[in-house]
């Protein structure tokens, strides 16, 4: 069984940075994506930034560019999203995904692309 736990959000002042990490468990993701998404309060769930497993090549939203790293550790089998710079924006509940396709034409940004999701956690950011 699939597990994948979110950790690290909680409340920062803007400009502040957050960790969040993201540790899965149940089998490995070696040809495959993980990605990071987001839901704010009455929008739509939205694409953070993905990784592949077997060469980290990496993904972002244009929103996020520059200010956010993602990364991923083989030996811990965790992913982690530095989120530096932080804006009263990114407020919203972050999702850990994983199973995305590495050959994805959309780059593995659209959410009916990864089977398997963590419960989430939230990330807010005052002004």
């Known amino acids: 069984q699939v597990q994948l736990v979110e950790s690290g959000g909680g409340l920062v002042q803007a400009g502040g940075s957050l960790r969040l990490s993201c540790a899965a468990s149940?089998?490995?993701?070696?040809?495959?994506?993980m990605g990071w998404f987001r839901q704010a309060p009455g929008k739509e769930r939205e694409f953070v930034a993905r990784?592949?497993?077997?060469?980290?090549?990496?993904y972002y939203a244009d929103s996020v560019k520059g200010r956010f790293t993602i990364s991923r550790d083989n030996s811990k089998n965790t992913v982690d999203l530095q989120m530096n710079s932080l804006k009263p924006e990114d407020t919203a509940v972050y999702y850990c995904?994983?199973?995305?396709?590495?050959?994805?034409?959309?780059?593995?940004?659209?959410?009916?692309?990864?089977?398997?999701w963590g419960q989430g956690t939230q990330v807010t950011v005052s002004a």
């Open positions: 149940g089998r490995t993701f070696s040809s495959y994506s």
């Open positions: 995904a994983a199973g995305g396709s590495r050959w994805s034409t959309t780059l593995n940004t659209r959410t009916y692309e990864y089977p398997y």
């Open positions: 990784i592949t497993w077997s060469d980290a090549i990496t």
